[in-house]
């Protein structure tokens, strides 16, 4: 039984009874913590700080995280003298080169950092300046504070007292988002399910998405009877939490991650690998940016030989989040025949994407051994099988000849996309050095092409167009 809330515009209350199941989705709100004065100074949370309509000539920032990071370089890009108090330095949950990166940027910007700083009493003066002091007795002026120290859940006054729950708590969960009490044991029968932030799984907007769907899902087959597929990755589960929930935060460069990271794996008990790649090192990079930097770890099971967590560092990386969910998400075996060109060559860490814009080449001799083993021998493009059987006779056929239309497609595409002509490329030596089959009269008229690359010469040399 439920009931609706009383007073101004209410005036009513309203019982109902839910004949199947009760989900909880009342999410969370900004944790502000126990520090002297700090309420009284009436600080900025997250939704203050997004927002604000003027900006502050200088903003404190309590905390290291993901909204103190992506606040600190928005505030910093906008003219703000911003100072980050980080205890527990800055990103720490994610892998360490990613906060090393971001520190850098932001000292870059201008923002101080102040590792391990923790606030001891804040004081708000009568003309607005904040004034925080550090437990170490440092002082430090603002005209603004912003604390995102993390996240609380809104369960404080929903009634959880009545059912053996502590108001204020956390809703923990089964993987089929039954609520469990303290001792693990489900509440009653089950009849209670928590979905998002509340019962602080992941706490990110798609992941409370795709736990909705799974609630639904499974209350829906309970009540019918139905069996529950709540194996790994089922259709009533939300294990993808644990394992592959993707995520972007808007630094600068940005940061893009999926799955656990060398740390939490190896905490997990896995047996891992750890591949790391310099973005730098990728021919595709120069094209996107003039002195671009960026870094990419992916994390392998080995007794599994599977991908289990990917992390990348850089501007823009976010575009390459999608491939590398795909691989964590569809557990790409290492070991798999590459098939190329459809872009996943796991075993060498060096092509993970499709994009025509981006693709990893990896020349270093391990990963060139381990590309051998797939049995392409590199990274060359196999477009398309000479044969392949036909789909309903069985009967082994050739490949169709390329009709005129379809020539003038590849054509294009070709011009469009000069990576796809990667198609004419054969290997020289080993992986990652291409050199042109023979100079066609389709790849001679590619002159006028701007975004031309010279593989003979150098993997990221930019040809600039010839005047027509
Ligand atoms: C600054 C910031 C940036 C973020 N950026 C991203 C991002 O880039 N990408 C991303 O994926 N996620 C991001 N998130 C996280 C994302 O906002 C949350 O994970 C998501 O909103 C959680 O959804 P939810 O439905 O669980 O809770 P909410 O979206 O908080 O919804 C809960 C709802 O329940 C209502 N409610 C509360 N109490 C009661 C009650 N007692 N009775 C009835 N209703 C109640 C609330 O009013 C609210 O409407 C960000 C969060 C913050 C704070």
Known sequence: MVSAPTGPGHGTTTSL????????????????????????????????????????GRLAVIGGGVVASEMA??????GSVVTVLARDG??????????????????EFGV???????????????????????????????????????????TQDIGLDRIGLKPGAWLAVDDTLRVVGEDGALLGDGWLYAAGDVNRRVLLTHQGKYQARAVGDVIVARAKGEAIDDGRWGRHV?????????????????????????AAAEAA????????????????SALHAKGYQGHARMVVDEDRQVIVGFTLVGPDVAELLHAATIAVVGEIPTTARCRCPTWAVPETGSAITSSPTWRFTDTSSANADLCRTCSCSTIRPKPFPVRSRHPRSGHIQRRPRRTPAVRTHARRRRRTYPSIADHRLRPRQSVGVMVPKRRTPQLAKRGSDPCRVDRRAEPSTVIPARPP
């Open 73 to 78: 370089t928005a505030f910093a890009n906008l």
């Open 269 to 284: 008990g896995l047996r891992i690998r750890v591949v790391d790649h310099d973005l730098a090192a990728v021919a595709r």
């Open 17 to 56: 009874t839910a004949r199947h199941a009760v989900v909880v989705a009342i999410g969370s709100s900004a944790l502000l913590p126990d520090v002297t004065g700090l309420r009284e100074a009436a600080p900025w949370t997250s939704r203050e700080a997004a927002a604000a309509s003027e900006v502050p």
């Open 112 to 154: 101080a950092v102040r590792d391990g700083a923790e606030a001891a009493t804040v004081n708000r003066n009568g003309d607005g300046t904040v004034h925080i002091t550090l437990t170490d007795g440092e002082q430090v002026e603002a005209d603004e504070l912003l604390v995102t120290i993390g996240r609380t859940p809104n």
């Open 90 to 107: 800055v990103l720490p949950l994610a892998e360490p080169f990613v906060g090393e990166r971001v520190t850098k940027s932001l000292l």
């Open 238 to 262: 939300a294990t993808a939490d644990e394992h592959a929930g993707p995520q972007v935060i808007f630094t600068d460069p940005e940061v893009a991650s999926v799955g656990q990271t060398a």
